[in-house]
């Protein structure tokens, strides 16, 4: 059984092990090419989220095993508050079983308990399945980036993708 909740604190290793498997496939799903943050690091990240009303980390838990996360954080901007940016990871061994869509309907609830209108993310490109997934969550690309992230040594595109908090 697959259970989503708020990351907490002691889930550091594992979200940092996740990060880090997800950023070594072929894929090149991640900007991050090399190493996520240290368990120590990824701990005092979680607790500050922890306290902030502005920001969350969703995990997906599955007996016992962390299989998905999803961050969310609003932008501060005082004409853009009520948009909020969001980042989703699922282990490739639990993709394409609807981890990602539950991530996904947290994160709505989530808006719409924050009072964000707007949730907005980008994705390489290349990522077809992750497009699909978020199309069929009601997601729209609004925009073409080119060469818009650093990862390593080369500058990648990204699509910007949005989606209208609907009303509950």
């Known amino acids: 059984m697959i259970r989503v909740r708020r990351a907490e604190a002691g889930d550091a290793p594992a979200l940092v092990a996740l990060a880090e498997a997800v950023g070594r496939e072929e894929g090149r799903w991640m900007l991050a090419t ?6 120590a690091e990824e701990r005092k990240y979680l607790k500050a989220v922890r306290r902030h009303p502005d920001a969350a980390v969703l995990v997906a838990e599955e007996d016992g095993r962390i299989v998905g996360r999803l961050s969310l954080a609003r932008d501060l901007h005082p004409a853009s508050r009520h948009v909020a940016d969001l980042g989703l990871m699922v282990a490739a061994d639990r993709r394409r079983r609807g981890i990602g869509r539950m991530l996904l309907e947290a994160a709505l609830a989530w808006a719409r308990d924050a009072g964000v209108t707007k949730l907005e993310l980008h994705v390489f490109p290349w990522n077809e399945p992750a497009i699909r997934l978020y199309e069929s ?11 818009h992230f650093r990862r390593g040594d080369e500058l990648v595109d990204a699509v910007l993708m949005a989606l209208s908090v609907p009303e509950a």
Not at 34 to 39: E, G, K, L, M, Q
């Open 34 to 39: 090399d190493t996520w943050r240290s368990v």
């Open 137 to 147: 969550v009601g997601f729209e690309r609004e925009g073409y980036r080119k060469a």
